[in-house]
């Protein structure tokens, strides 16, 4: 069922994606604000992890913990010390966010295709999920760049590095990796569900060939990654009874979405004291996702482990 309603999901952005660049083509100016982005990102890329706090619940049950405040804590002092850090070591920081999404995205859209066990499988999610990172910097490198800069990276030399790199074409073939990664999954143990690899793989390299990296980065984010994502939670709320499912989802949602919104619109409200707006919006968008994404990850990996160890 799971894997019919992906499909769906897939075609479905596939043909959004499509007229999406008919309208830029028409209308030269067609695009969203990086406010919009913001605000996309605020009311459906964010509510993909607006259940943490149910899912810290059922690991604390594991270690026989009935108080949520420590849970709570260890997610705000997890996302705050990846602040900190960015702060003090943003390239680094960028490099192992980077890789980290990459895992991220490539095994959380694949996964419930395949079995991600095996260390393969895992390497396979990595290079898949890398098409995220590779098509912005070979398709915009400019763009890209400057958005990095955006993000306080000053290091002089992690621009020339990445200029040897583009001039050696590793992005192009880190494209190229990440294409024989999905045929890959694709041809291995072949079923017609799995087209749906193939169609997000067009989806990507279409939306980053035609638009900017944080627009690309915006429409992937919040209506493939993040609608995917959503429809998992829900199929765990209710898998009998989809609409009772969503609606237990945007009751259960409303508290996280509506506090992380509030945050980000603080943070862009002090920000924008010191740089231009859009610039404050994009260290919103991107730092924050960081400081979101290691304490969302570390807890699926936690619970992945812990459901384990019980089988």
């Not at 959503?230 to 996280?256: H, M, Q």
Request: charged residues 15%; hydrophobic residues 55%; contains cysteine.
């Amino acid at each position: 069922m799971i894997k019919k309603i992906n499909l769906t999901h897939s075609f479905i952005f596939f043909i959004i994606i499509n007229l999406f660049i008919f309208l830029n083509l028409i209308f030269s100016n067609f695009s969203i604000t990086p406010f919009g982005c913001l605000l996309l990102i605020l009311l459906i890329g964010v509510t993909h992890g607006s259940l943490d706090h149910l899912k810290g619940k059922k690991l604390l049950s594991h270690y026989n913990i009935s108080n949520t405040f420590y849970f709570y804590i260890a997610y705000i002092f997890i996302a705050s010390l990846i602040i900190i850090l960015w702060l003090i070591f943003p390239a680094q920081l960028l490099i192992i966010f980077l890789i980290v999404a990459a895992y991220h995205f490539g095994k959380e859209d694949t996964q419930f295709l395949i079995p991600y066990t095996s260390y393969t499988n895992q390497l396979l999610f990595i290079l898949k999920g890398s098409l995220i990172i590779f098509a912005p910097l070979y398709f915009n490198f400019a763009e890209t760049i400057e958005l990095f800069k955006l993000l306080l990276i000053e290091n002089e030399n992690f621009y020339t590095l990445l200029g040897k790199l583009e001039e050696l074409k590793i992005f192009l073939i880190g494209v190229s990796l990440s294409s024989l990664a999905c045929l890959y999954l694709f041809l291995k143990n072949y079923e017609i569900n799995k087209v749906t690899i193939f169609i997000d793989y067009t989806s990507i390299l279409l939306v980053n060939f035609y638009f900017s990296p944080l627009v690309a980065f915006t429409v992937y984010f919040c209506f493939l990654h993040s609608i995917r994502h959503i429809v998992n939670l829900i199929f765990e709320l209710d898998k009998d009874n989809f609409l009772n499912g969503a609606k237990l989802f945007i009751i259960k949602s409303i508290p996280l979405t509506v506090l992380t919104g509030l945050l980000a619109l603080l943070s862009l409200y002090f920000i924008n004291f010191k740089v231009i707006f859009d610039d404050a919006i994009i260290k919103v968008i991107f730092i924050g996702l960081a400081s979101l994404t290691f304490p969302h990850i570390l807890l699926e990996y936690l619970l992945e482990k812990n459901e384990k160890q019980k089988t």
